[in-house]
């Protein structure tokens, strides 16, 4: 009997392991994190992807973080684009809900014009000015002056949206 009992057990520790190892094939891109975010995971064909920004119907070049915020990003949009309405505040800034959070590697951040954002984990930040607080880092736009950044945010709300 004690022969038969460890036998068994040692068979279902076998499959136990080997369930456990077994991926079925299928690599994930994205985990549900438990507060309702994205996490990003290795294994997307998105990664090699440049995301594309527009401000309205302008687009702007942004040369991307890389980190897990954008890796996430970039996975949240991969089957269609995300379409941010953008509020302004403080003079300095646009900013809108992304509709779900991000991973967060916030530090404290003297931003600058151009500056992409990530706040609080579910809200993205453009800036035409500059303010100080504690920031995930997603991007920079290239290629607009400070002018030019604040004639496209400056005035009242806008659209953003964020495809490949």
């Known amino acids: ?10 068979v279902t520790m076998i499959l136990v392991i080997a369930a456990c190892s ?13 507060d309702g975010g994205i996490a990003a995971e290795d294994g997307d ?6 995301l594309r920004l527009f401000i309205g119907d302008t687009e702007v070049a942004v040369e991307w973080a890389d980190n ?19 509020s302004p505040y403080g003079g300095f800034e646009q900013v809108g809900s992304l509709g779900t959070s991000l991973p967060r590697a916030d530090k404290q951040t003297t931003t600058e014009a151009g500056d992409v954002v990530l706040y609080s984990g579910n809200q993205i930040v453009i800036f035409y000015g500059s303010n100080t607080w504690s920031y995930t ?13 604040t ?3 400056g005035g009242s709300a806008v659209t953003v949206k964020i495809s490949y």
């Open 68 to 86: 897990e915020a954008v890796k996430a990003l970039k996975k949240l949009v991969s089957e269609d684009a995300l379409t941010v309405r953008m």
């Open 45 to 50: 064909n998105n990664m090699d992807k440049t």
């Open 137 to 149: 880092r997603l991007g920079k736009i290239t290629g607009k002056t400070a002018e030019e950044l």
């Open 22 to 34: 077994f991926s079925g094939g299928a690599e994930r891109a994205e985990t549900q994190k438990s």
């Open 1 to 10: 009997m004690k022969r038969f009992i460890a036998v068994i057990f040692t």
């Open 151 to 153: 004639v496209l945010l």
